[in-house]
């Protein structure tokens, strides 16, 4: 497969690594991430600014109609500096489950102050049982009057913390695990009976904890059609898969070029370690594996808009598992290979190799994918 990228894909590509190199330094980094929301306004407004968060939204809705591979560009830029701005949870999630469901009031309000960089929105899907599976829902929202009664439990809820709205998929009909009777809501992250408990993740994001008891909604609050959200939630959930594999395929490139520069330099035996012939090919590995990530990478952002939704889901899939065992493989080895040092939070290789383990787990883990994939075949 030949790819390359367009001349205005490559301007996007070069604007995003100025910002990362002048603006996101590692240090800027560490800092944000102890503050009380865990990223910075000032760089969400910038984002805002420059185009960004308006990119993957059709122009039908005000955004710049960006596709797969310009989300993919912008998600690998971000990966290579560990950005924690809640871009994946209220633009990637949230975003495209609003522009593709939600009513005309939703979008022309919402979704338009969303981009402008002010609002922000999360969606809240995860439940203890569900193993990954997106039909398994517990949640419910029953009929009251002119509306529904919300009641149930969303776990892990990535950006919840600072999210002023949450979109929820919950059960109107049907079993626990059936595909068709689960409708997602528009829920504001302040109405009665939403209580969150925050908390700071392993990778340096915020996520919630989040109860729903007796929580009101209207008619007007549903997204989409009732009974028919799944398929909204999926295709959501396949964007954010595609966006966290080019998102780790950036870490993964740090990861290994960083632990090359280390071994031309650090010293042993009287000679950098780089000589040694068993980590020159550890190395070569590592090297291996990062290439094959972004082969599939490119394969799943070429296959998302192509209209075949067999042959997408076995690439979003695909990718999934390769992300997975190679993330694992190149952060364990970038840690080992700088020793000591790489264990300490003072060096960048440790919090690279974090956001690759969670985003191993996301959206489903190497196991699920590789079931998933041998059964979309």
């Keep these: 497969m030949e790819f390359s990228l367009s001349e205005e894909q490559t301007l996007l590509q070069d604007s995003v690594q100025r910002y990362i190199q002048n603006s996101y330094s590692f240090e800027e980094r560490q800092r944000l991430i102890i503050t009380e929301e865990g990223f910075s306004r000032e760089n969400w407004k910038s984002f805002a600014d420059l185009g960004w968060l308006a990119l993957p939204f059709s122009e039908d809705v005000g955004g710049l109609g960006g596709t797969a591979v310009e989300t993919m560009i912008l998600m690998e830029e971000f990966g290579k500096g560990l950005v924690v701005e809640p871009y994946l949870s209220s633009i990637i999630l949230a975003g495209s489950i609003i522009e593709e469901g939600g009513s005309e009031h939703i979008k022309t309000s919402v979704l338009t102050d969303m981009m402008a960089g002010g609002t922000l929105a999360a969606l809240a899907f995860v439940e203890p049982q569900a193993r990954f599976n997106l039909a398994d829902v517990n949640t419910s929202a029953s009929e009251f009057e002119n509306g529904y009664r919300l009641n149930g439990f969303k776990g892990v809820v990535i950006g919840g913390p600072t999210a002023n709205h949450l979109i ?208 979309e075949a």
């Design 168 to 375: 929820v998929p919950a059960r109107t009909s049907g079993e626990q695990r059936d595909k068709s009777g689960i409708t997602l809501f528009f829920v504001d992250a302040m109405a009665n009976g939403v209580t969150r408990r925050n908390y700071p993740t392993i990778d340096g994001h915020q996520a919630s904890e989040i109860d729903f008891e007796d929580v009101m909604l209207s008619s007007d609050d549903v997204i989409g059609e009732i009974g028919s959200g799944f398929s909204l939630l999926e295709s959501a959930i396949d964007k954010g898969i595609l966006a966290v594999g080019a998102e780790a395929v950036g870490a993964m490139e740090v990861l290994y070029k960083t632990t090359v520069d280390y071994c031309k330099t650090r010293e042993q035996f009287g000679q950098p370690i780089g000589k040694f012939q068993v980590l020159q090919h550890r190395m070569v590995d590592m090297f291996m594996e990062y290439e094959q990530s972004k082969s599939l990478l490119y394969m799943a952002a070429m296959q998302m808009n192509s209209g075949k939704e067999t042959e997408k889901r076995k690439a979003i899939s695909a990718l999934k598992v390769q992300i997975g065992k190679s993330g694992r493989f190149v952060g364990q080895n970038a840690i080992q290979l700088h020793g000591g040092m790489g264990m300490t939070d003072e060096l960048k290789v440790g919090h690279y190799f974090k956001r690759l383990t969670a985003i191993e787990t996301l959206f489903g883990n190497v196991d699920h994918h590789l079931k998933k994939y041998a059964t």
